[in-house]
């Protein structure tokens, strides 16, 4: 592929498509991503939801998009610390994901979080999203967050 090729993949968007992003309210993606989920069992320091694969977070291959997978680690992952006493989530740090298997458009999947450790500063949780059916494990994730700290000033 030649690196004009490369730019025009990257750059595909035309300009009635420039415009219908643009009137997008602001904190689009959240909703996006998560419209569909349940949330299955809430305790300190673990959740569980559901969701079937729906097809907006489909990639190219017809199956889950590794950054929708990805997006679930950190937002599903965030929620959990609120469940260890957390009074807020903080900022990722460092988020890492292994794909291990892929799920398609209607599938069930179940994503489970748990709290590895909540401080002062710093949250760690560790998520595991599985088909629902086989409990087939399609990603493990794994998310640091700084959880800012109060100023004594």
Known sequence: MDLEAVK???EKGDSESQQAIDSMRSR???PFMMEGLKVE???PGRLICSMKVPARLL???GFLHGGATATLVDLVGSAAIFTAG????GVSVEISVS?????????????????????????VVSVEIRKKA?????????????LAVASKL
């Open 86 to 89: 957390a009074t807020v989530t």
């Open 8 to 10: 025009q993949l990257l």
């Open 59 to 61: 990639n190219a291959g």
């Open 28 to 30: 689009f993606f959240e």
């Open 99 to 123: 794909y291990l298997d892929a799920a398609f458009e209607g599938e069930e999947l179940e994503i489970e979080s748990r709290v590895l450790r909540v401080g002062k500063a710093v949250g």
């Open 41 to 43: 069992r809430v305790e």
């Open 134 to 146: 086989s409990g087939k494990i399609v990603a493990q994730g794994r998310h640091t967050k700084y």
